[in-house]
């Protein structure tokens, strides 16, 4: 381990948003980004003709295409720290990538919106946090609008997540009350002030001890009394934050603030500095032995995650999302997968602000894009000697299984090839029954099938309608003892198929037909997630 990686990889911080729809995730992003000079910076680097008419080329197929392109990851620094935002595509392209981003995380930012607490999709996207044991911090956003009361909305986190929340700040009022926040740890006070209509500037919000005489030219008598009593009943009533409590998942920090109006956002990045973890070592499988590969090694490598297609439409080409686990990375590098493919690394992209650029050299915890012809699939993994495989790259079970057919019959192989092709983008899934010949498409998101449809026209010529089928539900099955695996698909034939890559699953008709099933096959365990080792 050489000094300058060690240094490298103490200083970043790899982390996802995750959010309900509205919440203000794109908002904070935003900001983060303009706290972090990044969007000024990425504004300059826009200014080059070249470069913009490639970005705009992309944003137009995004667009077209209803896939998120651009954003993938941004990057940018604050107060010394290397901070990578993965983006989690939220709305319409909600999808399996949304779930998989956060493999590559090593923490995450849980927006909520003060006035509806926890929604279901901070549920879902919680619940694959705490399968990874991601550690979270809890961005309490739109403090400037009517709110619930704060109490309120902390015992919603216990209750709903398990999760104890450390309050770092605590507000005072919400709205048009909303007066600011004090700092729990230091009683120091930031005071809340509108930003002009249309300053895009970072704004500095003034700090003042609660305990200073000026404090009483900014509030009255009576919010001062309020403060100092609410925050000796914080303290009292939570757990003080451990640091130990948050990086092993029971404990979140809480921050407050309004990312609309850029108030809290330097506060979470310093919370994000001080508190998220760096990039974290990964279980991995080195010729045959479970092993822990830690970000400082010098061997250089990776997982992709996610697999981005035709951001130039007339090459199929295909960008791989690689989240790299350990060394210090060099454009032109070879690097092999798990299965022996070799590929050299030429054009590697890093992704500065919103921009992206062909970079010299990355580290672990960066995320870098490498444009190759179909080569790597999502869950590969990349090292230098080829012999690492990285274990946790997940299927999850998609929410929404549809029947695949083409109008002309004389197609139906064709359109199985390119069903497994995209399916091995990852973004969709495909199920095959034991019994007839249809090919199930299961996505997490509707749009996926928009878009797949569009695709399969596109790239492959081929017409393809997707209709409902006779299941909706779909889970692998494991069991200790082989046998009664066997019996268990023996027994229950018209509902067995195979995934793509071969594993054995349960097709339901619909999700209490899971439960039933589970409760008369005691022996069987019922999996809404796969883990894949490649
Ligand atoms: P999302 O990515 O999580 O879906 O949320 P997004 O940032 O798009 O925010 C959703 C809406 O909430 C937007 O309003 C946005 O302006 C607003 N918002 C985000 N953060 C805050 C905040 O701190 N305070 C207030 N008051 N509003 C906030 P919109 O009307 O849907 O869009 P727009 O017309 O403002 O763009």
């Known amino acids: 381990m050489s000094a300058e990686l060690a240094r490298e990889v103490k200083r970043r911080r790899t982390f996802a948003i995750i959010s309900h729809p509205d919440a203000g995730k794109t908002t904070l992003t935003e900001n983060l980004l303009l706290m972090g000079g990044a969007i000024r910076s990425a504004g300059a680097v826009r200014a080059r003709g070249e470069q913009r008419r490639t970005r705009s080329d992309w944003m137009k197929i995004e667009r077209e295409r209803g896939i998120s392109v651009s954003a993938s990851v941004m990057t940018f620094e604050f107060d010394g720290c290397i901070i990578n935002l993965l983006d989690t595509p939220g709305h319409e392209d909600f ?31 919680f619940e694959v946090c705490r399968l990874r044991d991601i550690p979270i911090l809890t961005f309490i956003n739109k403090m400037d609008r009517e709110a619930q009361d704060p109490l309120e909305l902390l015992d919603e986190v216990a209750s709903k997540l398990a999760l104890d929340p450390a309050p770092i700040y ?68 939570y757990p003080a934050f451990s640091l130990s409590s948050y990086l092993e998942g029971h404990m979140t920090p809480v921050f407050f603030g309004s990312a609309l109006r850029q108030f809290g956002v330097r506060e979470l990045l310093g919370g994000l500095r001080d508190y998220a973890p760096p990039p974290r070592d990964q279980e991995a499988l080195e010729k045959g032995v479970v092993s822990r590969v830690l970000a400082h090694r010098d061997e250089v490598s990776g997982f992709v995650f996610k697999i981005q297609a ?179 698909a023996d027994r229950n034939q018209v509902s067995m198929g195979l995934d793509l890559d071969g594993a054995e699953v349960f097709l339901a008709k619909n999700v ?23």
């Open 95 to 125: 999808s399996e990538d949304t779930y998989r981003t956060l493999t590559a995380a090593d923490s995450a930012v849980m927006v909520l919106d003060a006035a509806k607490g926890i929604e279901p999709q901070t549920l879902k996207l």
């Open 170 to 237: 605590w507000p005072q009022g919400a709205g048009p009350r909303f007066r600011g926040m004090i700092d729990l740890r230091n009683d120091m006070f930031t005071l809340f002030r509108r930003p002009q209509i249309g300053d895009t500037r970072p704004v500095d919000h003034d700090t003042i001890p609660l305990s200073s005489h000026s404090i009483d030219q900014v509030l009255s008598r009576a919010e001062i009394e309020e403060l100092w009593s609410s925050a000796e009943l914080v303290r009292g009533g």
């Open 310 to 488: 035709n951001m130039d439409p007339a090459h199929r080409d295909r960008i791989a999302m690689v989240r790299l686990a350990s060394g210090k990375f060099h454009r032109g590098m070879r690097l092999k997968t798990g299965s022996g493919k070799q590929i050299s690394v030429h054009a590697p992209l890093m992704f500065v602000g919103q921009d992206r650029e062909i970079t010299d050299e990355a580290w672990a915890g960066d995320v870098i894009g490498v444009p190759n012809h179909g080569v790597l699939r999502v869950g590969d993994s990349l090292s230098e000697s080829g012999t690492i495989k990285f274990s946790g790259i997940p299927n999850f079970a998609p929410d929404i299984l549809r029947r695949a057919s083409v109008k002309d019959p004389l197609k139906a192989k064709h359109l199985k090839k390119a069903l497994e092709s995209l399916a091995e983008e990852g973004v969709t899934q495909l199920f095959r029954p034991y019994y007839g010949s249809d090919l199930i498409v299961g996505a997490v998101g509707p749009l996926q099938f928009d878009v797949l449809v569009e695709r399969l026209a596109a790239e492959y010529g081929l017409a393809v309608v997707f209709e409902a089928c006779a299941f909706n539900g779909v889970r692998w099955i494991f069991a200790d003892t082989p046998s009664d695996l066997v019996s268990f």
């Open 512 to 534: 209490w037909e899971i439960g039933y099933v589970a409760e008369k096959f005691p022996k069987i365990r019922f999996s809404n997630v796969r883990e894949r080792m490649i």
